[in-house]
């Protein structure tokens, strides 16, 4: 069943514990964290100390601050009253919420606060300054508080108290964690008792992110040092039991340091999909006598069960997806911009556009999901339509999964297009940066009255057929004509720019026009879609950039264009341009707001036309560059895909179109060197023009240049173990000698 759910991956949290008190008003009798004013130096670390370990944890990687605390301390001891009164505050969550506001703004770590018991103003109060929450209700038997029992003397303990708690958390919206103490007396049947309370809590807000099952550890000095520990067998069969109750979707945790390492595949194999927070530097405070494993070692039992062991943030995967609806603004805005399209933080730091070397990590081995990718990638290279859960399947690859799902794509290419690496030697010409629309990934365009980034632009029909002309002289086979919706343009413009360039540069190719603007020019003639790409054939276009399309899908679109065209007109423009005798490419830019659902929705409405029609030369997969993308800038957009993301979609899409599309192109300008060879080794064949001239991805902050020279060309094929071959943009041989040396 956990197959169903997150597959291979098994998750962890990369934290620091900042256990802000360890005094409590609770005796519970197996535990070892709580101490007396006696025995501690002082009731509350101060915000140096708090501030400390946080920018230690900085240092270390982390990501989390895990709050630990007792509950309500103030309400038992005269020492916490004075204390708190020292430090400003009323109550310890008052300055819980100072504390963890100061870890937020000064360190960045996001914070998960354990105090105990709270009700509706608490969360309130809280909410803000934390990413998630947790409290452990441990049992549901009220028996365990009565005299003799492991919770006698502790009121936070009574277990309707801990469901109130937890129900007012999922009034609140906050992402949530709770779980169960096995072994501390209970019998079977209340765990699952206790199971089925937490599924009922969890059914109507959804809030509930993590369900820990921790056997209990008998611990020296405490009442219960001599009690039995609950079997290996034991913690299996209620992980099972969690599992079946809670379903696929719930993530289960188990802490891994419990056991030892030859025990985390059987927790696996229960259920498991999380080791919860393992922290680089400091204890784990509530079990100091068991040391966190080492990550490597954890990573390698992780593997060796056949699963992917990768870091999550403070807010679940699932969570992290939606953060609008879990987080308040501020926080949603972080989150958003630090993880990939399933929530998981991009760990490596590289974002498509910024100049940086892209990570390729190409791991051996095999997983649980790896004979299931198979079978659909042996349906991918037959030929035969995916169906858009398995092209979702294929995007979930992850550690030896995606070479499978890379090198799969890599040999079709070589059956199906052959060793050569293609391009064509074109020119960019952005006519204006003047724009109606207000597309929130477009950093390009400008407002018809004033330049928000930069000066407005309008080249005049002289100046677009020099460039032509000059293309030409420098071997150019291709110019590329696309612009912004100017308010004086209509479908006259563009026929003027045909003929501009055609009287110049007679013997070019003439590639333009997005759907938007063909949508454009016939609206305002009032011409059919027909007609008028008649039309500009006509007057001289060639073929069409398959551009506009971004995602292909209107709940996407309703985000991020929603005053541009939809996806049934995207698609129409395409449709109407083959029946006229217009061929096109197909594009899809990715890594903003979109999930792999919508990926797979926009390649088989692709794959479809192109069935249709048989228009599409190619298909290119344009990474979003965020820098300065208006909705990025918002916070209402991710910072990109990731390298992972980014290689499998050039594989996925070679796979997901095949027979059908012969080509697809890997964005030298997007990628930079690095990821346009990575994206050769994974299914592409091309890389597109050389362009001269490049401002769309310049003006988003893009920084892998202007221009890439046939030489250029010629040498990122090389490291690819491939030649390079210039090409028409209709994919002809441009001279019998096909193949470019390579540059220095």
Known sequence: MTLAGPGAIVT????????????????????TFAATPRKIGQAYLSRDEVLAIARAGVAAGCREALFTLGDRPEARYGAARAALTGLGHPTTLSYLREMAEAVLTETGLLPHLNPGLMDDADYAALRPVSASMGLMLETTSDRLSAKGGPHHGSPDKLPARRLAAIAAAGRAGVPFTTGLLIGIGETRAERVEALVAIRDLQRTPGHIQEVIIQNFRAKPGTRMAQHPEPSLEEHLWTIAVARLILGPQMTIQAPPNLHGPEDLAALLRAGVNDWGGVSPVTPDHVNPE??????????????????????????GPAFARDPDRWLDPALARVVRRSVDARGLPVVDGWHPGTGEPMPVERVSGKTVRSDSLRAILSRATAGDRLASADIVRLFEADGPDVALVADAADALRREVAGEAVSFVINRNINYTNICLYKCGFCAFSKGSTKAERGPAYRLDLEEVGRRAAEAVERDATEVCLQGGIHPDYDGNTYLDVLRAVGAAAPSIHIHAFSPLEVTHGAATLGLPLEDYLTRLKQAGLSTLPGTAAEILDDEVRAIICPDKVDTAQWLEVMRTAHRVGLRTTATIMFGHVEGYEHWARHLLLVRDLQEETGGFTEFVPLPFVHMEAPIWRKGRARSGPSARETLLMHAVARLALHPLIPNIQASWVKLGGEGAVAALRAGANDLGGTLMDESITRAAGGQNGQLCDPERMAALAALAGRHARQRTTLYAPVRADTQIPAGE
Request: aromatic share 8%; charged share 25%; glycine share 2%.
């Open 290 to 315: 068991a040391p966190w494993p080492h990550l490597d070692a954890l990573e390698e039992a992780t593997a060796a069960a056949g699963r992917v062991l990768r870091e999550r943030l403070a807010i």
């Open 12 to 31: 962890y949290s990369r934290k620091v514990f900042i256990p802000l008190t360890h005094l409590c008003r609770d005796v519970c009798h197996y535990c």
